[in-house]
T-cell receptor, first 112, second 111 residues
Framework: SQTIHQWPATLVQPVGSPLSLECTVE??????LYWYRQAAGRGLQLLFY??????ISSEVPQNLSASRPQDRQFILSSKKLLLSDSGFYLC???????????FGPGTRLTVT | GESVGLHLPTLSVQEGDNSIINCAYS??????FIWYKQESGKGPQFIID?????DKRQGQRVTVLLNKTVKHLSLQIAATQPGDSAVYFC??????????FGTGTSLTVIP
């Protein structure tokens, strides 16, 4: 069966510090991968998606970046965090031509 | 761009009653709609989906209705239970595998 992992589960970082969130998927190959951010009381905002290794599409211009160094690994990064980067970050995957997205447990990021 | 919004941000229902959660969408070209349930501190979980060529689909205790004329989607939960308390999101999927999520409706079940 397929599983999706995210870490860390929670993170508190000062403004201006770097960020690296990792997401890995097991039990499938060549998945579409997604990074979402969810602010408190808000919906899911798509940040990045990837249809293959090294292929990243950005939905929202910001100080975040994403990379996909391996087929089932998706990384969200920042060189310098802003207060507005605080939120709940969710990784998701699905198979090409499929519809349902499967979400990871999320990372709660607080920038202080 | 596309937008998916919900009519009501919060909904409270008595245990055992039926719940109806509504969603409006704007992209008439979307070919697929999904309802997700998100419990506090967790990622969203798939509940049920419906294709744009359908107007109704039933699952276990849940029914999704799609009205393309008015671009409206609803999720009906029968015999609501305390475990149904969560935030419910609708999402539309456009061609190109793009997903757009609404703000969410917080459902509270009163015992």
């Amino acid at each position: 069966s397929q599983t999706i992992h995210q870490w860390p589960a929670t993170l508190v970082q000062p403004v201006g510090s770097p960020l690296s969130l990792e997401c890995t998927v097991e039990g499938t190959s060549n998945p579409n991968l997604y990074w979402y951010r969810q602010a408190a009381g808000r919906g899911l905002q798509l940040l990045f998606y990837s249809v293959g290794i090294g292929q990243i599409s950005s939905e929202v211009p910001q100080n975040l970046s994403a990379s996909r160094p391996q087929d089932r690994q998706f990384i969200l990064s920042s060189k310098k965090l802003l207060l507005s980067d605080s939120g709940f970050y969710l990784c998701a995957w699905n198979q090409d031509l499929a519809r349902e997205q499967y979400f990871g447990p999320g990372t709660r990021l607080t920038v202080t | 761009g596309e937008s998916v919004g919900l009519h009501l941000p919060t909904l409270s229902v008595q245990e055992g009653d039926n719940s109806i959660i509504n969603c409006a969408y704007s992209n008439s070209a979307s070919d697929y709609f999904i309802w997700y349930k998100q419990e506090s501190g967790k990622g969203p979980q798939f509940i049920i989906d419906i294709r744009s060529n359908m107007d109704k689909r039933q699952g276990q205790r849940v029914t999704v209705l799609l009205n393309k004329t008015v671009k409206h989607l609803s999720l009906q939960i029968a015999a609501t239970q305390p475990g149904d308390s969560a935030v419910y999101f609708c999402a539309e999927c456009t061609t190109g595998n793009q997903f757009y999520f609404g703000t969410g409706t917080s459902l509270t079940v009163i015992p």
